[in-house]
């Protein structure tokens, strides 16, 4: 009898304890799941070290009594531990259990905090949006000036006040995020700078003008994607982290254009003049750049994934940290090419002119060398080890072609190791 209310009694306080825990809230338990796991673990293992203390004490009475009077035996003492062993189960269960449905909540409560505030966030693009729409009727009334003074003007040239009116226009049309495929834009851009060029571009203005338009006005950021840009003349423009995406560039003239971060995914570049311009860190994955002139062009840390570069002009092109796997780069020109840290995983480099270039820390993994010139390229001192490790196709006519000297770079003669056409 005194055992059953022994074991009500244990269920008595595992449902106390489990509703102590399930309805009250404490803000470490809320923050800080590592704290929650680690409270149950302290107190399951407070509450055995607690029963194990009760039984011994139990048991050592009850050796004393069976000593003194010789009235109990052991089994009364195997039925207790018994007991306590259940409700140490009991205890142990209960925590877990509350420990799981504390935890189950706290994810369901964060996940609504973050569903709120991208529906603010998603708000607060719409009001940007809204705020924004000012911005057309001044954008119209400007291009409305300036196609006056050009049907007044038989040359299509703009005076300096016009110029300033569109310079001023292009700084004040701002950039904003907005949602594209019910999510937020994760770059800012300004779909009204993007309208602004085009409708510019249509005008037939002179090319003085237009190139006086192309150093004042500001262009950054503008939205121009899928926009029809072919064999146009924006030499020197700056289209810094412009959204190009898609868009037809093709025999355009970009010599000496900042495109730094712009997304060019897909864009269609062939036999477009990019020399001297800047793509550093700039997204030209799947891009069309076949028989672009990209002499001293700067495409560090850019991202060229299977971008076709057929027969492109590279010389002394800097490609630092760029990332070219799958890249197709058939019989291109990449003599004096800086490709230190690179990646042509995959990539077609057959027939290609690497002769002169720096290839420290490049990776050449199971691209294709097939034909590929390297007469006094710089490399790594290992260069024949990984050779073998990236399995490249034409690694053995390579390894039978060029062999690795020690020579000396710069004006200081720093050492290096350069790749040596054999018999030459």
Request: glycine share 8%; proline share 1%.
């Amino acid at each position: 009898m005194k055992g059953k209310k022994q074991l009500l009694l244990g269920l008595v306080f595992g449902i106390l304890i489990g509703w102590v825990f399930g309805f009250l809230r404490f803000p470490y338990l809320e923050k800080n799941v590592s704290f929650l796991l680690g409270f149950i673990a302290s107190l399951i293992f407070v509450s055995l070290l607690l029963m194990i203390w009760v039984v011994w004490n139990r048991r050592s009475l009850h050796g004393l009594i069976a000593q003194k009077e010789g009235a109990r035996d052991s089994q009364s003492t195997s039925k207790t531990l018994l007991i306590w062993m259940v409700l140490s189960g009991i205890v142990a269960l209960g925590s877990i259990v509350i420990g799981l449905n504390i935890y189950r909540e706290n994810r369901s409560f964060k996940l609504q905090i973050q569903n709120h505030d991208s529906e603010m966030l998603k708000m607060k693009a719409t009001i940007e949006l809204l705020q924004k729409t000012n911005q057309e009727p001044l954008m119209s009334n400007i291009l409305e000036e300036v196609g006056e003074e050009l049907k007044r003007n038989p040359a299509r040239t703009l005076t300096d006040a016009t110029i300033n009116k569109i310079a001023s226009l292009s700084s004040f049309l701002q950039s904003y995020q907005f949602i594209e495929q019910d999510s937020l834009s994760k770059k800012k851009y300004s779909k009204e700078r993007g309208q602004l060029l085009q409708a510019l571009l249509l005008m037939n203005i002179d090319s003085s003008s237009f190139a006086q338009i192309k150093r004042q006005a500001v262009f950054a950021e503008a939205d121009l994607r899928g926009a029809d840009l072919k064999g146009l003349d924006l030499s020197g423009i700056s289209l810094k982290d412009a959204h190009l995406k898609d868009a037809d560039l093709s025999g355009t003239n970009l010599k000496g254009a900042n495109l730094g971060g712009a997304n060019l995914w897909g864009a269609n570049l062939n036999r477009a003049n990019l020399s001297n311009a800047d793509l550093q860190m700039a997204d030209l994955t799947w891009a069309q750049l076949n028989e672009a002139t990209l002499s001293l062009v700067n495409l560090n840390e850019a991202s060229l994934l299977n971008a076709q570069l057929r027969k492109a002009d590279l010389n002394h092109a800097s490609f630092r940290f760029a990332q070219s796997g799958g890249a197709m780069l058939n019989e291109a020109n990449l003599t004096n090419v800086i490709l230190q840290g690179s990646n042509f995983t995959k990539a077609n480099l057959s027939q290609a002119d690497l002769s002169d270039s720096q290839m420290g820390g490049i990776n050449f993994s199971e691209a294709n060398l097939t034909g590929v010139q390297l007469s006094n390229a710089m490399v790594d001192g290992d260069w024949s080890e990984k050779l073998k490790e990236w399995h490249p196709i034409g690694e053995k006519e390579l390894s039978k072609s060029y062999t690795v000297e020690k020579g000396t770079f710069g004006k200081f003669n720093n050492p290096v190791s350069l790749l040596r056409k054999m018999g030459k």
